[in-house]
């Protein structure tokens, strides 16, 4: 199938830093890649939605100036938590849609983020 | 509000018996399901989908059955094996849009 890396795939950071995520297709590319949060033993919850050359579409209650997605190519789409706080603290995992509306969904590794 | 649903959190099951799970769905729109197995500190991967044209679809061990009246789905691994051990996640959309809901998920423990 095809493959979806995601980096890091866990990270230590200080409360008030920024951390970066990044989301690659390795073997495809992807128009429309996606942003999932999952705390422990809870579902996956989308976050937002990230459309190669414009803004991303977020979901209710997350705040854009603190989730910073950047999608500049049809390749990679980047997450920046910005000042960062324990709070922040979950797991990041990313997906990637091959094709046109409806195509299959291939998601990443995860990223673990602990804030300390 | 939890859009699709999965009731049990926790399955145990006999190596080489029958694990069920099942997954309930509220919004109608919804015409497209499928269901992801996930192992700790992974993302998740795809097993089966089906479309609500269908009532069944089969692939080796995995079937998962779609009841459209009920808004209900369930997956069918037989026989089980210990290396099914996983998070499984049931999730839905409608078939012109990649955004997925997902189910809070089953944790499924095979014996040995």
């Given at each position: 199938g095809a493959v979806v890396s995601q980096h890091p795939s866990w990270v230590i950071c200080k409360s008030g830093t920024s951390v970066k995520i990044e989301c690659r297709s390795l073997d495809f590319q992807a128009t429309t890649m996606f942003w999932y949060r999952q705390f422990p033993k809870q579902s996956l919850m989308l976050m937002a939605t990230s459309n190669e050359g414009s803004k991303a579409t977020y979901e209710q209650g997350v705040e854009k100036d603190k989730f910073l997605i950047n999608h500049?190519?049809?390749?990679l789409s980047t997450l920046t938590v910005t000042?960062?706080?324990?709070?922040?603290s979950s797991f990041y995992i990313c997906s990637a849609a091959m094709g046109q509306g409806g195509g299959k969904l291939f998601f990443g590794s995860g990223t673990q983020l602990s804030v300390l | 509000d939890q859009q699709v649903k999965q009731n049990s959190p926790s399955l145990s099951v006999q190596e080489g018996r029958i694990s069920i799970l099942n997954c309930d769905y509220t919004?109608?729109?919804?015409?497209y399901f499928l269901w992801y197995k996930k192992y700790p500190a992974e993302g998740p991967t795809f097993l089966i989908s089906i479309s609500s044209i269908k009532d069944k679809n089969e692939d080796g061990r995995f079937t998962v059955f779609l009841n459209k009246s009920a808004k209900h789905l369930s997956l069918h691994i037989?026989?089980?094996?210990?290396?099914?051990?996983a998070v499984y996640f049931c999730a839905a959309r409608s078939s012109n849009d990649y955004k997925l809901s997902f189910g809070a998920g089953t944790t499924v423990t095979v014996r040995a």
């Amino acid at each position: 199938g095809a493959v979806v890396s995601q980096h890091p795939s866990w990270v230590i950071c200080k409360s008030g830093t920024s951390v970066k995520i990044e989301c690659r297709s390795l073997d495809f590319q992807a128009t429309t890649m996606f942003w999932y949060r999952q705390f422990p033993k809870q579902s996956l919850m989308l976050m937002a939605t990230s459309n190669e050359g414009s803004k991303a579409t977020y979901e209710q209650g997350v705040e854009k100036d603190k989730f910073l997605i950047n999608h500049a190519s049809l390749t990679l789409s980047t997450l920046t938590v910005t000042s960062a706080h324990p709070e922040d603290s979950s797991f990041y995992i990313c997906s990637a849609a091959m094709g046109q509306g409806g195509g299959k969904l291939f998601f990443g590794s995860g990223t673990q983020l602990s804030v300390l | 509000d939890q859009q699709v649903k999965q009731n049990s959190p926790s399955l145990s099951v006999q190596e080489g018996r029958i694990s069920i799970l099942n997954c309930d769905y509220t919004n109608s729109m919804f015409d497209y399901f499928l269901w992801y197995k996930k192992y700790p500190a992974e993302g998740p991967t795809f097993l089966i989908s089906i479309s609500s044209i269908k009532d069944k679809n089969e692939d080796g061990r995995f079937t998962v059955f779609l009841n459209k009246s009920a808004k209900h789905l369930s997956l069918h691994i037989v026989p089980s094996q210990p290396g099914d051990s996983a998070v499984y996640f049931c999730a839905a959309r409608s078939s012109n849009d990649y955004k997925l809901s997902f189910g809070a998920g089953t944790t499924v423990t095979v014996r040995a």
